[in-house]
């Protein structure tokens, strides 16, 4: 079966992973701690506030209804109505360039500095 | 006739594969992640028979599943990656140092591109393209995979024209 694989195959994918890795280090070197947490709802800014002070927020768009929790510097969504939940199942997030992302509510939350 | 009931019968096929993914769901916090599957078909098509067929079979393929297991939201996602894929493989089956896993790999990256240039127009830039890393190495092994099981059947099953 392997040899099917000819050169070309290997080279690529090789290629496709290292470019990845290399984006992934990238992206990960230029984070840092940021402060301000900034939700969004359809690339519109629904508003802006502090990953040092607790608060729960409710997000409520035409769309659905998201909880976004803001607790001991993380930010995490806690409940969500829409059809798929990855955005509840998305671990905490804290440094910058960071993002929880809720497609069916186009919904982003991101960390700046 | 003949042309009507082999087209519908993979068709078929192609929706069967969308419902067996739909069924495995690769839920670890990044969205999106799918063996991708349903790509042996379009893969087939584009060795058996042509580009034409291949995109006209895979549109039908991601219409009805969006219709069946999902929403215009993840059709227009599906059409975006679907389409792009397509057009990226066909362009790879060209070029002789690639095989079937190769071109089945170009197709799987070019997916995620799709999808991404797609949630890029609906929410916009930064969230979007984080998750890119993960998704192309996952791709580049589900494309492995796809493009074997791809290879095989391309290899085993003989059309009468």
């Not at chain 1, 409710?58 to 930010?75: A, D, L, M």
């Not at chain 2, 006209?56 to 009805?64: A, S």
Request: proline letters at 3%.
């Amino acid at each position: 079966m392997i040899a099917v694989i000819k050169k070309g195959d290997v080279i690529l994918s090789a290629v496709c992973v290292i470019l990845a890795v290399l984006v992934f280090v990238f992206f990960t070197l230029s984070k840092s701690d940021g402060d301000r947490v900034i939700i969004s709802v359809d690339g519109k800014t629904f508003g802006e506030y502090s990953l040092s002070k607790d608060r729960e927020i409710p997000v409520e768009s035409q769309r659905g209804q998201n909880t976004v929790v803001i607790k001991n510097n993380k930010v995490t969504v806690t409940a969500a109505d829409c059809p798929d939940k990855y955005c509840v199942s998305h671990v905490g997030i804290d440094e910058t360039g960071e993002t929880i992302v809720c497609l069916p509510h186009r919904l982003t939350v991101e960390i700046k500095r | 006739m003949k042309k009507t009931a082999f087209y519908g019968s993979i068709l078929a096929f192609a929706v069967i594969m969308g419902y067996v993914e739909f069924l495995i769901p690769f839920n670890i916090g990044v969205p999106g992640i799918k063996l991708g599957l349903a790509n042996i078909v379009p893969l087939f098509l584009l060795y058996k028979k042509g580009f034409k067929e291949a995109i006209i079979v895979n549109t039908g393929r991601i219409l009805l599943c969006g219709i069946l297991f999902g929403n215009v939201m993840s059709i227009m996602y599906s059409l975006s990656g679907g389409t792009l894929a397509l057009i990226v493989m066909y362009l790879l089956k060209k070029l002789p140092v690639f095989s079937t896993v190769g071109v089945s790999v170009g197709g799987a990256v070019a997916h995620n591109l799709g999808q991404l240039l797609a949630a890029l127009w609906v929410i916009g830039l930064t969230a979007a393209v984080y998750y890119l890393p993960v998704l192309t190495v996952v791709a580049v092994v589900t494309g492995f995979l796809v493009g074997i099981a791809a290879t095989l059947l391309i290899r085993r099953i003989r059309l009468k024209d």
